[in-house]
Each structure stands twice: as C-alpha cells, then as structure tokens.
C-alpha cells in the first residue's frame, strides 16, 4: 500500500502484501540488468582484446619497416661517401 511521507515522496508501508512483492520485482530486475551489464563488459572486453592484439601486430610491423628503412638509409650513405671518394680521386 502506498502512502505519502512527510516529505510528500510515495513510500510502500511494511507488512503491506504489495510491498514484498514490489521489492522482489525491483530486485529481479536489478539482477537481470546486472547480468545483462556483465555480458555486455564480457563483450566490450574481448572487442578490446582484439583491437590490443591488431595494435601490437601494426607495432611489430612500423619497427620492422623502420628497421629496413634504417639500413637501406645507411646503404645509401655508404653508396654517396663511396661515389664522393672516387670523384674526388679523378680531380
């Protein structure tokens, strides 16, 4: 049975029939939101993971680039000091 408090708020009076009932309606649908919120963590979850695991993957594979740039970078250095030294052997 619903009355008013003193502060004008709707309260479920105890040992009314419809308070225990109402109480065991909120808390099935409190638990049926939770259960609902911890599968959508789950999920939210192993989309994370996948995004982590292609980040790391695209990681892995700049250093490599970076690593081949690097030496074809110092190959071509060597090449240029090669070529200024033998101009500088027919002057």
Do not use: C
């Amino acid at each position: 049975m619903w009355q008013r408090n003193s502060y004008g708020r709707r309260v479920l009076i105890s040992g009314s029939p419809h308070s225990w009932q109402f109480a065991t309606q909120q808390y099935a649908a409190l638990k049926s939101e939770r259960d609902a919120l911890a599968a959508e963590l789950i999920e939210v979850k192993r989309h994370r993971d996948s995004i982590l695991a292609a980040l790391h993957e695209l990681r892995a594979d700049v250093q490599t680039l970076r690593r081949e740039a690097e030496q074809r970078v110092a190959e071509l250095h060597r090449e240029r000091a090669i070529a200024r030294a033998r101009a500088a052997e027919r002057a």
